[in-house]
């Protein structure tokens, strides 16, 4: 299953590197957002080396998790866009005979609604 983004409590978690490591194994979520959030024990750089892409030091302040979630929401909707394909059933009814195209005896039963 894909996931858009993972928050890893790497300080506070037993078994956090594992849990990064399997997101970046895993074919589908190997290009996943992946937030470590750090109380001092691990380092940036081996959050970073276990595949983390955001680093949060405890105490998370709001102004650098939006930071953060400002620069990560162009890595997810890129995701999204490889990952989401939506279906799409388009019914088409003229409203009226075209001279260049030939009517196709369909009439037009409601009024149209916007989407």
């Not at 858009?4 to 849990?19: F, H, I, R, S, W």
């Not at 989401?84 to 609604?113: C, D, E, Q, Y």
């Amino acid at each position: 299953m894909h996931r858009d983004a993972a928050l890893v409590d790497c300080d506070n978690l037993k078994g956090a590197v594992p849990v990064v490591q399997g997101l970046r194994s895993s074919a589908s979520n190997k290009n996943s957002v992946t937030f470590a959030i750090l109380d001092g024990d691990t380092t940036t750089l081996q959050a970073f080396q276990m595949g983390a892409n955001f680093v949060l030091q405890k105490p998370i302040s709001a102004l650098n998790a939006k930071r953060r979630r400002g620069a990560a929401i162009n890595f997810m909707i890129r995701e999204q866009r490889r990952y989401f394909r939506p279906s799409l059933k388009l019914f088409i009814v003229p409203n009226r005979p075209s001279p260049t195209v030939p009517s196709l005896g369909l009439a037009r039963s409601h009024p149209a609604r916007s989407l």
